[in-house]
């Protein structure tokens, strides 16, 4: 499943390779690390989260096992945060 960001959400991509989210409605900022702005970006560009698993274990293949835990992790925190939208 892919997602969108949230209209009142905004999405910055940082130096080191992460990102801040910002929801403008509550003032409150998100700070994503490299694996989880990568991971995002992926299913903000259509993909499905099968597809951004497969993407994330072409880059980082020790974490192979962890990955679809960690994808489905981190799309069910910005959902419940209400800074994506399925």
């Not at 997602?3 to 403008?24: I, K, M, P, S, Y």
């Amino acid at each position: 499943m892919s997602c969108a960001l949230a209209t009142h959400v905004r999405f910055t991509e940082t130096e080191d390779g992460g990102a801040v989210l910002l929801d403008q409605r509550s003032g409150q900022y998100w700070q994503l690390n490299s694996t989880g702005s990568a991971i995002l970006s992926l299913l903000l560009t259509e993909r499905n989260t099968e597809a951004a698993v497969a993407l994330m274990r072409e880059r980082y293949p020790s974490a192979a096992d962890r990955l679809p835990g960690d994808v489905d992790a981190l799309l069910c925190l910005l959902r419940d945060k209400r800074l994506v939208t399925p």
